[in-house]
C-alpha cells in the first residue's frame, strides 16, 4: 500500500513568526511517522522562508496555484519553474475557492495540471460539488467532467502522476464534515471512473478528502477504503491539530 498523505493548506494566512513557531511544533512529531507523507502549502511569499526551515526534515512543501503559461507578460503570476525552484514538491490545482472566486474554469485546471507536471510538480487536482449541485443529484455528474477535462487534456497516464482531492465545496472551511460514508460514495465512484480509461491508475492514484478535516474526524474518514488521506485547511493552520490529522493518517495505514 502507498502512504498516505496529508497536505495542509494555509489558503491565506501565516507571518513569518507563526509560521516558524508551527513548524517548531509540527517537524519533531512528523519524524515518527513513517506511513504518512505530509506536505504544506503556504502563500508563494513564505515558501523561501519555509525552504529553508524544512531541509532534512520529512516535511514537504507546495503552492496553493500556478500560472498555466511557462514565463513571459502575466503580472502578478507564478509559473511552475519557479514554484520547483522553490524546492516545492506539489501544487494545488483548481480549489474551488479558485474555481468560485477566481473563475477557473475546468479547462483552465487542465491546463495548470499539465504545466505543473511540464515543471516538474505533483499537481493535486480538487474536484467537488457545491451544495445546490449535490441537492439536485448533480454530486457525481460534476466531479465526472472536472476529472474529464484532464483526462481529455493530458491522457489518463499523466493522471496517475498527480494527486486527486475530493473536496466538496459545501464542506470546505464550513465546520460541516461529510460523513465519511458519504465521503467513501465519492472516493469509490472516482476510482471506479478513472478504472473506466485505466485500470492500474485508478488503483495507484491517490485520493485525499478535504472539507473540514480536523483531529477528532480523520480517522473515521482516513480508514475508508478509498482515502488516501487529507487536504486540510483551516485545521492545518493549529500546529496541534495539524499533528493530530497526521497521527491519524498514520494509524489509518495497514
Ligand atoms: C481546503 O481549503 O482545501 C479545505 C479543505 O479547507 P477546510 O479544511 O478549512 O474545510
Not at 505533483?122 to 477535462?149: F, H, I, M, Y
Not at 476510482?191 to 473540514?212: H, K, M, N, P, W
Not at 485547511?233 to 493518517?249: N, P, R
Request: hydrophobic residues 45%; proline residues 3%.
Amino acid at each position: 500500500m502507498t502512504n498516505m498523505l496529508v497536505i495542509g493548506n494555509w489558503k491565506m494566512n501565516g507571518s513569518r513568526k507563526s509560521n516558524a513557531q508551527w513548524l517548531s511544533k509540527v517537524l519533531a512529531p512528523l519524524e515518527r511517522m513513517d506511513h504518512v507523507e505530509v506536505a504544506v502549502c503556504p502563500p508563494f511569499i513564505y515558501l523561501e522562508q519555509l525552504a529553508n526551515l524544512v531541509v532534512n526534515s520529512h516535511l514537504l512543501l507546495g503552492a496553493q496555484n500556478l500560472c498555466q503559461a511557462e514565463h513571459g507578460a502575466f503580472t502578478g503570476e507564478i509559473s511552475g519553474a519557479m514554484i520547483r525552484d522553490f524546492g516545492c514538491h506539489f501544487v494545488l490545482v483548481g480549489h474551488s475557492e479558485r474555481r468560485s472566486l477566481y473563475g477557473e474554469t475546468n479547462d483552465l485546471v487542465a491546463a495548470k495540471f499539465h504545466s505543473a507536471l511540464r515543471d516538474g510538480l505533483v499537481p493535486v487536482l480538487c474536484v467537488g460539488e457545491t451544495l445546490a449541485q449535490r441537492k439536485s443529484g448533480e454530486t457525481l455528474a460534476v466531479v465526472n467532467d472536472q476529472l474529464r477535462a484532464v483526462i481529455d487534456a493530458v491522457g489518463i497516464e499523466q493522471v496517475g502522476r498527480g494527486v486527486i482531492a475530493y473536496e466538496p465545496v459545501w464542506a470546505i472551511g464550513t465546520g460541516e464534515t461529510a460523513t465519511p460514508i458519504q465521503a467513501q460514495e465519492v472516493h469509490q465512484h472516482i476510482r471506479e471512473y478513472l478504472a473506466q480509461f485505466d485500470a492500474e491508475v485508478a488503483r495507484t492514484t491517490r485520493i485525499l478528502y478535504g472539507g473540514s478535516v480536523k483531529g477528532d474526524n480523520a480517522f473515521d474518514l482516513f480508514s475508508q477504503p478509498d482515502i488516501d488521506g487529507g487536504l486540510v485547511g483551516g485545521a492545518s493552520l493549529d500546529a496541534s491539530s495539524f499533528v493530530a490529522i497526521c497521527e491519524a493518517a498514520q494509524a489509518c495505514h495497514n
